[in-house]
């Protein structure tokens, strides 16, 4: 089942998620497998992320595996994550 996800890394930048970005771009692309949108915003806490992933499962991969080694090399904070199942996406 389809997920949007809302990321926040509490006390993360704009700065950093830049970083985090350039290095997905450079290890295979900005988007994980399974994913299929992507935006962020800033907040007054730092920023938030909303992706939207065929599954919860696909995005956890991509949190263990790319995301994951680039959150690190940037040191961001753990991000908390909200997870609300899709019952409708509309894509223009």
């Keep these: 089942m389809a997920v949007c ?3 926040e890394p509490r006390g993360g930048t704009i700065e ?3 970083k985090v970005m350039e290095k997905l771009e450079g290890s295979g692309g900005a988007l994980g497998e399974g994913q299929t ?3 962020c915003g800033p907040t007054d806490d730092g920023f938030m992320v ?3 992933w065929e ?3 696909h995005f956890d ?3 263990q595996g790319r995301l994951g080694q680039a959150l690190q090399e ?3 904070p753990q991000p908390q994550v909200t997870e609300i199942s899709l019952h409708n ?3 223009g």
Excluded: C, G, K, P
Aim: negative net charge; proline residues 0%; without cysteine.
């Design 61 to 63: 991969r991509f949190l």
């Design 55 to 57: 599954s919860r499962e």
């Design 89 to 91: 996406q509309v894509v």
């Design 50 to 52: 909303i992706d939207v």
């Design 5 to 7: 996800l809302l990321i």
């Design 16 to 18: 950093q998620y830049d």
């Design 74 to 76: 940037i040191n961001m």
């Design 37 to 39: 949108f992507h935006a």
